[in-house]
């Protein structure tokens, strides 16, 4: 399994970008898939993530209606479009997979939960 982030780049507060990853080495229509990002000096968090049924979408609290997320099973692709972005926004983001698709609903939020990893985007906010 392997995961290509892209679409990362320096924008200015207020403005927007879509970050994609696409997949390959498997099928990943029916496993559950999420973006994480990592700030300098901190901790990597959850951002967002979308169920194997691709019925339901996650968000963390500091990004719920500014970012979406979606994906396209005949691309094998998941995207983040992220709007309204913010300084706070500046971290490299990662994107994820539950290649095994032994994911439970409950753990969705959770690095765990998920055993494959992109190479990370930088996402530079600037003021």
């Known amino acids: 399994v392997q995961l290509q982030a892209s679409g990362g780049g320096l924008v200015q507060v207020g403005g927007s970008l879509r970050l994609s990853c696409a997949a390959s080495?498997?099928?990943?229509?029916?496993?559950?898939m999420g973006w994480f990002r990592q700030a300098p000096g901190k901790d990597r968090e959850f951002v967002a993530a979308i169920w194997r049924t691709g019925s339901s979408t996650y968000y963390s609290d500091s990004v719920k209606g500014r970012f979406a997320v979606s994906r396209d099973n005949a691309k094998n692709t998941m995207y983040l479009q992220m709007n309204s972005l913010k300084p706070e926004d500046t971290a490299v983001y990662y994107c994820?997979?539950?290649?095994?698709?032994?994911?439970?609903?409950?753990?969705?939020?959770?690095?765990?939960?998920?055993?494959?990893w992109g190479q990370g985007t930088q996402v530079t906010v600037s003021s």
């Open positions: 994820a997979v539950d290649a095994r698709g032994s994911m439970i609903l409950s753990s969705i939020r959770r690095e765990g939960s998920y055993s494959a």
């Open positions: 080495g498997g099928t990943f229509s029916r496993v559950s």
